[in-house]
Structures are given as C-alpha cells and as structure tokens.
C-alpha cells in the first residue's frame, strides 16, 4: 500500500464496508444452501423410504408389520384359500349328484 492510500482513511473504511457486506450476502446464500440441501436430502429420504416400501408391497411382506406378525397373516391366507377350494370342490362335486337326484325325483312323478 502507498503512502496516499495510508492516508485515505475513507477509501479503506468503503472497502472494508464492502468485504464485510460481501461476507454478510455470503453467510446469508451459504444458510440457504445449507438448508436447500436439508430439504433435499430430506425428500431423497423420503423417495428412498417410499421405493423401500414398495419393494416391500411388491414382495409381499407387510410394510406395518413385523416379521412374525406378517408370517402369521400369510399362514391364515394360505388357510383360507385352502378352505374355500375345499368348499369349491366339495360344491362342484355335489351339484351334478344333487341334479341326478332332482331329475329322479321329478321323473318319477
């Protein structure tokens, strides 16, 4: 620095206005970013959780239940899916004794 800007109070006084106004508008973009990036790490969070469950739905595990408690739902799946086949077969092979024994029935009178 030469002996003129020494001198210049006011000069340096404005410059230091200015670095410390530059500091201030830096801190204030480095907050935002700061918190752009929560928020965005926060939705990536998010997706991920959603793709999680996804996955899970997909699977076919229970996303609002434990392990044992989702096991013991498909047993009880498997349990009446069993039931109603019984039924099924059971109806399908009763209707075609039940219509011979109509047609007798209705034969013979």
């Not at 928020?39 to 392990?67: A, F, H, M, P, R």
Request: no cysteine; net charge negative; proline share 1%.
């Amino acid at each position: 620095m030469g002996t003129i800007e020494k001198l210049n109070v006011f000069s340096r006084e404005d410059e230091y206005a200015q670095a410390i106004s530059e500091k201030e508008s830096a801190i204030i973009q480095i907050e935002q970013f700061q918190d752009e990036i929560e928020n965005l790490t926060t939705q990536l969070d998010s997706v991920d959780k959603n793709i999680q469950n996804t996955t899970d739905i997909i699977e076919g595990n229970n996303v609002t239940e434990g392990w044992m408690a989702s096991m013991s739902n498909k047993i009880s799946e498997f349990r009446d899916i069993a039931k109603w086949e019984r039924i099924v077969t059971t109806v399908e092979d009763i209707i075609p004794s039940l219509l011979n024994l109509m047609a007798a029935f209705y034969l013979r009178h």
